[in-house]
């Protein structure tokens, strides 16, 4: 064996094994008590173990049909399966002993940022050869996914599949008169779509309603990277002669999107947020556009992300909510703000933890983050394989079907993740055959005698901006699923807590990666830097420093070894969790918690296994304390296993079609919003001023009225971080973030060297320490990098040694090789 394995029972405790099996088919491990029969594997020498390798993929299987509910306490496990369970145990602890042994920080490496996560998940040398810095794709490395290997008796990838065009949707009889100008703007797609086919409707008209929207919000709420108006009404023209001929494409026909700004089309600029790639185009075109084009849908827009996915802040601004609750979430912060204003019928979104779920939160706007594989990735920026997922923002879950099933690209060769599989027309669910469980509570502020403060009393998680209201609004909720007869259970949060049977308090606590020196690199984010181009733009300072990265989440790698171990306790803790009886019994789980259906494992736990999780506004309040105008909302978390997201939607559309849910629906104050914002800075800081003006007005704490967050506290009183100014993570200059916000849009010079943070650092160095990473940049600013230019910037960089610091955050956030290797040793001692 080229790697000798070395076994004992004390592995046991870091792979999660519970006591009772932790003696059996482990090497030198004793034999059983006498309370179990004799077994053959104890009366003779423990075999030998098998030499290790790769996890070989899992056979697929053909769909079984649904066991019936188990009592929720089984019985004790007999003597076979507790020894065929050490088995897999057994067989988990060799695979990551394997990965353990291989290394990841040669001798001749003297600082992190010099390693590569390479080996461990097979990145293929023509794709590191070949490595592009403007691209941001993904590795398509068959192994980089860990899902296939959560499989078991209840969670099985799909066998057999259909394509977009075998569903046939339903449509609405079309009205016969049509207010353009009013009832466009939050209409169903379907109600659109019905229109549209009966040429109600021109398709031209339809593009340019949104279009004019989106031109006419866009100084105020900074939303939009770069309109596509010349294409789009050119595309519209062409399909309103196709409809004219008796050629309908389906019910995305004609249907204008935007969607995050990753994403390339065409030949257009792909900016992903960042100012240093204002005039940067992606060598490879995005798979979800083509699938979503070939549909009919018409692109209209780009729409402003957070610099490299993070925040609500771009290198032109500060995205911002339309309904004047403060900023509009990051870092999907423009297609929630779109979807929001009804600029955008529906927009394309990406989650790698929190980038779909926090601009719901912030736009008062619905949402979907798509299960594993649903759409491929291919093609657009990308942080981690293992976790990040598209989705998307839309008011009408109604229409969440329509968007879905035009979007799924089924395997596409450049996302080794997307997966094809048999999708249903929500509308078609037999409901009264599902089964929902609803996590009650009663979650509210109460007053703490000890602070003189209101505090979250969290008998619902994730306190007030998602739980307002919480018990009264599930109230409504069950009325809804009695209304559609759909049956459901209740469970208050305290209890909800014991009813995960695979998933309990002795395996996650069992489980490393708690405040133990694991998570001193942050796993979730280190770990899926650490898979892509990410391993290699960590090194490019200038581009952290335009970013909320430059002193938050750094792109910097963790040891191989450390790696794959966790990727292979994740496979075995996503194996619990997706095969856990709870899932036998409920098809889908309504929690207050956006990030964890189960409160059991930490928040980033089911961005690598990829559930799927609806985010559905159900209720809504007038805060005008806060601001003349400003209003709220708090969405419920709708969640299911994978590829089942049309059963979110269907129960989701009983929920919001439920008149008194329906009717409490609150858009934004189009008035209000260009008074709110009337001259503001890129930094609204004069938006900001306006906030609070009399707190006095604001009814109790618990009253409908009440600010969610509380009076004076954040988001609401501060800008996020990316634009405070003198702030650790800043990275729009001062004098650029107070000046008068004009839209990328409308500027000739989109990379003014004014917008750079510390050009005045990096502009003399740049053939140096910027054009290798972003050439885009230096040939848009006209800097040639010929042998006079490097000689006079080595002569430069001589005289001034200090000018460009080595480590882009402080030494104090940094390991070194020998920290590393130490921490890897006491790991490997407690094995």
């Known amino acids: 064996s080229r790697y000798p394995i070395v076994m004992h029972t004390k592995v046991v405790s870091l792979l ?32 030998s173990p098998p030499p290790p390798m ?31 369970e050490a088995k897999f145990e057994t067989m988990v602890v060799q695979k990551a002993l394997y990965l353990f042994n291989e290394t990841t920080l040669p001798d001749d490496k003297t600082d992190i940022f010099d390693t590569f996560y390479e080996g461990g998940l097979k990145w293929l040398d023509s794709y590191k050869d070949s ?60 109600d659109m779509a019905a229109l549209i086919k009966a040429r109600l409707v021109s398709c031209v008209s339809v593009v340019q309603h949104f279009i004019s929207r989106l031109a006419e919000f866009e100084p105020f709420l900074a939303i939009v990277s770069l309109f596509l108006t010349e294409k789009a009404l050119k595309k519209a023209a062409e399909y309103d002669k196709m409809i004219a001929e008796g050629t309908y494409l389906g019910p995305m026909m004609c249907i204008p999107f935007g969607m995050k700004d990753h994403h390339q089309i065409d030949d257009e600029v792909t900016a992903d947020g960042h100012i240093l790639y204002g005039a940067r185009v992606k060598p490879i075109k995005s798979s979800l556009m083509k699938a979503l084009m070939e549909q009919g849908a018409i692109p209209i827009a780009k729409m402003q992300m957070g610099a490299w996915a993070n925040g609500p802040v771009h290198g032109w601004g500060q995205c911002m909510s339309p309904y004047l609750t403060g900023n509009g979430g ?86 080794a993740d997307s997966t094809a599989f048999e999708f249903v027309d929500p509308a078609k669910v037999d409901v009264s ?48 699923l009695d209304a559609a007869s759909i049956p459901y259970d209740s469970v208050d949060f305290s209890d909800s807590l014991a009813m995960w049977s695979h998933l309990n308090d002795s395996t996650v606590a069992a489980w490393p990666y708690d405040d133990t ?130 059963l979110n939607f269907a129960v989701g559309t009983a929920i919001q079609e439920y008149a008194p849910i329906k009717a409490s629906i609150l858009y934004p104050d189009e008035a209000a919003i260009k008074t709110a914002f009337e001259g503001r800075e890129r930094c609204p800081k004069s938006f900001y001023a306006k906030m609070y003006t009399d707190p006095s007005a604001c009814p109790a704490p618990n009253e409908p009225g009440f600010p969610f967050y509380g009076l004076g506290s954040t988001p609401y ?63 848009y600013k006209g800097i040639t990098c010929d042998r006079r230019r490097l000689t006079a910037e080595a002569a430069y960089i001589a005289k001034n040694p200090g000018v460009v610091p080595k480590n882009l955050q402080s030494d104090a956030r940094h390991f070194t090789k020998d920290e590393l290797r130490k921490m890897e040793e006491e790991l490997m001692e407690d094995v």
Not at 453 to 458: I, P
């Open 16 to 47: 999660a094994l519970v006591d009772s099996i932790s003696a059996f088919s482990l090497i030198g491990a004793e034999c059983p008590e006498p309370s179990c029969p004799p077994v053959p594997p104890c009366d003779s020498p423990p075999p």
């Open 54 to 84: 790769p996890l070989p993929p899992l056979p697929l299987e053909s769909p079984s049909p649904m066991p019936p509910p188990i009592p929720p306490a089984s019985p004790p496990p007999t003597c076979d399966a507790a020894i065929a």
């Open 131 to 190: 490595f592009d810095p403007e691209a941001f794709t993904m590795a398509t490395v068959d192994t980089l996914t860990m899902v296939k290997y959560m499989q078991g008796d209840v969670f099985k990838l799909p066998t057999t599949s259909n394509k977009p065009d075998d569903i046939i949707f339903d449509l609405p009889p079309p009205a016969t008169t049509v207010p353009l100008a009013v009832n466009l703007t939050y209409l169903p797609i379907l």
């Open 330 to 415: 990051g870092s999907s912060c423009g297609s929630g703000s779109g979807a929001a204003l009804g600029a955008l019928p529906f927009a394309i979104s990406e989650e790698t933890w929190g980038s779909i779920v926090s601009p719901c939160r912030e736009n008062h706007i619905s949402g979907h983050l798509t299960s594993y594989g649903v759409f491929s990735r291919g093609g657009a920026s990308i942080l981690s394989p293992t976790m990040d997922h598209f989705g998307f923002h839309s008011r009408w879950v109604k229409d969440y079907g329509v968007i879905l099933n035009a979007g799924r690209t089924g395997a596409d060769p450049n996302d």
């Open 433 to 480: 055959k599902l089964k929902v469980l609803i996590v009650t509570g009663d979650g509210k502020a109460e007053y703490d005698n000890a602070t003189g403060k209101w505090v979250w009393n969290d008998k619902i998680p994730l306190g007030r901006k998602l739980g307002w209201h919480w018990k009264a609004r599930m109230e409504k909720v069950m009325e809804a």
């Open 517 to 646: 020196g694991v998570n001193r690199f942050s796993t979730s984010y280190y770990a899926m830097y650490s898979q892509t181009s990410w391993a290699k733009i960590q090194q490019f300072f200038l581009g952290h420093e335009n970013s909320n990265r430059r002193n938050r989440w750094g792109a910097r790698t963790i040891p191989l070894k450390l790696g794959r171990n966790i990727a292979w306790h994740m496979t075995h803790m996503g194996k619990l969790f997706f095969n856990d009886p709870l899932w036998k019994i409920y098809d889908v789980v309504i929690t207050a918690d956006a990030y964890s259906v189960s409160q059991k494992m930490h928040s980033s736990f089911e961005q690598w296994v990829r559930t799927a999780k609806t985010f559905l506004v159900d209720y809504y309040q007038e805060t005008p304390c806060l601001m003349p105008g400003a209003k709220e909302g708090a969405f419920m978390t709708l969640t299911a296993l994978p590829f089942k997201d049309y």
């Open 717 to 779: 009183a501060s800008m996020n971080r990316g634009c405070t100014i003198n702030g650790s993570s800043q990275h729009l200059p001062t004098d650029w973030a107070n000046s008068p916000y004009i839209s990328k849009t409308a500027m000739s010079n989109t990379i003014p060297d004014e917008a750079i943070y510390r050009w005045e650092t990096y502009g003399p160095v740049a053939c140096t320490h910027v054009c290798t990473w972003v050439p885009s940049l230096c040939e």
